[in-house]
């Protein structure tokens, strides 16, 4: 710039795991959510994997995120389709950190309070501060997912699993699961589906460390923020560790939609059951737009004399050879 002014823009790396690159793939996706989401309350329904079998999910990763989510989501149609009558819609969302960034895997899922009759004809609303009863909904879950483990177990995805080198390895790791409590939990409703998915967008494009929780990064330790103000020091190798685990299997979907949320026609009768219209996908502006809504940058203009940017190459540390040795 005339002004002197430089600052270095990064090429966004558009991975889902970059703590830099979900801000705009967030704001996009809410908005198109919006054309999905049902205008009724909603639940946030969390189930958690026990202690006991994240050494298996840390060793067949797609295996057993793939289980998790399926079965989730069974458990949720299982309770409305039982209690309900009727076909709810949800929409699930891996994660595989606590707020230490270790291993633990859980799946977010925003539930609607009720579901679509069998045949259509009515909306089944549940409780407006109750949607299952979560103690019966984590003996299912607990149920569910332990014969999902075990029909897997049976084609052969884990034989290379070191526990399951021993003949009972899997009928013991399956007895003392069943003697734990699997954690189910359950929010109460959001009233509106404006709420919901604002709500939902901070889980669905989520990394495990955000830049925003770093608070000192040296050659010797990294602290980062945990819960509220407390904080935790590790030594970066350690943290590096610890983000790496959370990199996805390429290919794997960590948001998933069920029941109404999954089926369109479905979605449509239920609108015309409720007497709501049909939310239309606002104009999709372009990233620039975008991003000055979303942090008030205006990106093609210079932040001190106002003149538009020119973009510039970085240079690079160290130009490659000019003849090959």
Known sequence: MACG????????????????????AQETWIEAERARLLDVPHFHVVFTLPAELRPLA?????????????VAGRTLAAFAERRLG???????????????????????????????????SRWCAAQRAFLFPVKAMSAVFRAK?????????????????????????????????MKVDWHVYAKPSFSR???VVEYLGRYTHRVGLANSRLLDVTERAVTFRTRGAATTTVDPITLLRRFVQH?????????????LYASRPKRDVARHVLGSR????????????RLRALTGRDVSRCPVCHGPLQARPLPVARAPPAVAA
Request: proline share 6%; glycine share 6%.
């Open 86 to 120: 009727a076909t709810l819609g949800a929409t699930l969302v891996l994660h595989t950190w606590n707020r230490k960034l270790e291993f633990h895997p859980h799946a977010h899922a925003i539930v609607t309070g009720g579901g679509l009759s069998k045949d259509g």
């Open 247 to 259: 990199v996805l299997p390429i290919g794997l979907h960590k948001i998933r939609h069920l029941g």
């Open 5 to 24: 002014y430089e600052h270095p823009s990064y090429n966004s790396c558009r991975d889902r795991h970059c703590p830099k690159c979900q801000a705009l």
């Open 58 to 70: 840390a060793f067949a990763r797609r295996v057993v995120f793939n289980a998790l989510l399926r």
């Open 278 to 289: 049909p939310v239309r996908p606002r104009t999709t502006p372009s990233w620039r737009e």
């Open 145 to 177: 997912m332990l014969a999902a483990l075990r029909r897997e177990y049976r084609q052969g995805r884990f034989d290379r699993f070191r526990d399951f080198q021993d003949p009972e390895g899997f009928a013991r790791l399956a007895r003392s699961v």
């Open 193 to 195: 589906a404006d709420y």
